[in-house]
Nanobody, 123 residues
Framework: QVQLVESGGGAAQSGGSLRLSCSASGSTFSIYEMDWYRQVAGKERELVAGIADTGETVYADNVKGRFTISMNEAKTMQFLQMNSLEPEDTGVYFC?????????????????WGQGTLVSVST
């Protein structure tokens, strides 16, 4: 089991910055990837950025060059630095952790979600 708690959301003006944090506890040794998703009312949750335990990162096209994802070596903290914010960045941001355990025929993949943190960007 992994527990995730987000923080750092809030209101910002267009062009401003926010830094989201996600604190992970529990079986963090089993985490192989941590991601940030955004959800807007009436729409599906979408991937904003992800980072693997190898350090490899992935970003949605509309945040490339503006957002930076990072994770500490212990996989207990994940961050999303959001710069040059735009009103379209508004939404609830969720921390996601993907885990793997076991091996061979007993390998098991699970994912966990935080409760979300609201980001609101005004013009």
């Amino acid at each position: 089991q992994v527990q995730l708690v987000e923080s750092g959301g809030g209101a910002a003006q267009s062009g401003g910055s926010l830094r989201l944090s996600c604190s992970a506890s529990g079986s963090t040794f089993s985490i192989y990837e941590m991601d940030w998703y955004r959800q807007v009312a009436g729409k599906e949750r979408e991937l904003v950025a992800g980072i693997a335990d190898t350090g490899e990162t992935v970003y949605a096209d509309n945040v490339k060059g503006r957002f930076t994802i990072s994770m500490n070596e212990a996989k207990t903290m994940q961050f999303l630095q959001m710069n040059s914010l735009e009103p379209e960045d508004t939404g609830v941001y969720f921390c996601n952790a993907k885990t793997v355990s076991g091996g061979g025929v007993d390998i098991r993949y699970l994912e966990y979600w935080g409760q979300g943190t609201l980001v609101s960007v005004s013009t």
